[in-house]
């Protein structure tokens, strides 16, 4: 297990101090925030120019790039993603659900969206990850429970995120354990 922080918490500042200071704080790697809004670190649009960037600071300050945490099941957007995460050696990339809490046809497209997305990063060598978000289609263990059912691909995995499941009104220490053969990321941010 490696304990990683996410860039975006360093959303006002250039990658370098997200960088510097997880590794003085001790952190194992950076989840690197591909988030448009909330940080300017790896901008798909853009991504081949950064792409050497982030390498280099992975080098300098020996920290890993863990994850990515871009939130949009957008195909193209998401194959921009893999195709960063496959030149910069980052192993997982972390999407939020979407869709609409309490509605069985926003959770079956997002199944079926997330299903097509793992096929994608099956090509890519990569690993997918989804987390429950209050207020998405999956948001607590029953619809993760559902999602994990429905896409049986290498490539997909839960990330499992205990503040969204504390706010389902659902005890994480028990809701993970009903989704752990699927875990490949913990993230907590919220």
């Known amino acids: 297990m490696k304990l990683g922080a996410n860039s975006v918490l360093f959303g006002g500042y250039n990658m370098e101090t997200a960088f510097k200071y997880l590794a003085l704080a001790g952190y194992d790697g950076i989840e690197i925030s591909a988030i448009d809004g909330m940080s300017q670190h790896l901008v798909l649009d853009r991504w081949q120019e950064v792409a050497a960037e982030i390498k280099q600071l992975s080098n300098t300050y020996s920290l890993p790039t863990l994850a990515m945490e871009q939130p949009s099941r957008d195909a193209a957007k998401m194959e921009k993603a893999m195709q960063a995460a496959v030149e910069i050696g980052i192993p997982i990339i972390n999407c939020g659900p979407g869709g609409k809490t ?57 990330d499992m995120d205990p503040s969204h499941i504390y706010r389902a009104n659902e005890n994480p220490v028990e809701a993970i354990a009903a989704v752990i053969s699927r875990v490949k990321h913990v993230h907590i941010r919220d």
């Open 102 to 158: 309490g509605d069985e046809e926003s959770l079956h497209q997002t199944i079926d969206e997330l299903g097509n997305l793992a096929q994608m990063a099956e090509k890519y060598g990569i690993t997918l990850c989804v987390k429950a978000h209050v207020g998405a289609a999956v948001y607590n263990t029953p619809t993760t429970l559902q999602v994990m059912q429905a896409i049986t691909s290498p490539a997909f995995g839960i």
